[in-house]
């Protein structure tokens, strides 16, 4: 599998590094967001969903409504710009610094490995078990058929503000792919200054 896009959800609040614009925090020098991007270069499109700033030509920006709606809405968002053909989606975090293209590739790979009932998508699971959707890739009419049934339960306007990525996975076939390779854990996402810091010391 290699035809692919590519939606990086960038619009959190950063409560825990003092509002900031967190995906622009740097790493070795190179803001997170950018170094998500890179790993995801030959997606066509890559979509980023938050604060724009100095980007590539080729990346569509958007923003969720509202903003700070959550990533649930984020990913709606991004959705939003994909043609009607694409049938694969990476949906990833923009804290993700240690994030590669090969590590990608074999979510990619592991997705496209599935038969008999397929998976809806494959993430990444942490050192705990626990699974972490927006370091994944996902079947686009199964992730939009999940997004159609959250806002039709949440009718009210803005339905898809605050809802969760639990529940929007909730009904969806997940594959969990724990992460044995050598090297930094790709799923480690930087919520801290201190988190930065392992990133740094970790790509050393």
Known sequence: MTAYAAVVLAGGAARRM????????????????????????DAVPRVLVGPGGALPADVLVTREEPAG????????????????????????????PL???????VLLDALAAESGPAADGVCLVDDRGRRQPLCGVWRVPALRAALDRVATRRTEAGALAGASMRELLGELTVRELAWSAAGPPPWFDCDTDSDVRRAEEWTR
């Open 18 to 41: 003092g509002g900031r614009d967190k995906p622009a925090v740097p790493v070795h020098g190179r803001p997170m967001r950018d170094l998500v991007l890179a790993a995801v270069a």
């Open 69 to 96: 709606g959550g990533p649930v809405a984020a990913a709606s968002a991004g959705l939003a710009l994909l043609g009607p053909g694409t049938a694969v989606v990476a949906l990833l975090a923009a804290d993700l």
């Open 99 to 105: 994030l590669t293209r090969p590590v990608v590739g």
